[in-house]
């Protein structure tokens, strides 16, 4: 990571009570954010990548590990070594819009809506990262959107 320390790519607790506060007030947000892309035509006509994925738990489960895999990978990238790793290279500011303009490009191809929302949800995981020092709280944030969406998505 060219001299950063896991910390220094919020891998660490960073500043463990403000995560938690925004990790607190993040995840009722995610789920509602969830339910609502399930109910989205584009997006169930994308999302679960994996069409045999049922609602039993020996589907969902791994499902969802696999999913905490993807949102660790995504976050330590983008908030963690593009938004941290540049931060004081850049300033705050630019490193967190330079980490979000990259994410939405990742975004690409996939439903105008998902690509749109990219863009508010990149600045706010960014600010979460920043305050918090921690790319923890937007991995739990993330992550439950992308499960809530993909629950709500296959449940009858």
Partial sequence: LGGLRARDVGLGAGRARAGAVWT???VPVALLAGRWAAADPQLCAVYPLDRALSPAAASFLPHA????????AWELLFR??????????????SANALQTALSVTAHFGRPAVETLSAVPA??????????????WPAVIIHWTVGVAMDWFAIRP
């Fill in 65 to 72: 590990a696999l999913l905490l895999a993807y949102y660790v």
């Fill in 80 to 93: 963690g070594v593009l938004l941290l790793g540049l931060r004081r290279r850049l300033g705050a500011a």
């Fill in 24 to 26: 607190a007030i993040g």
């Fill in 122 to 135: 990149g600045l706010l995981f960014g600010v979460v990262t920043l305050r918090s020092r921690s790319i």
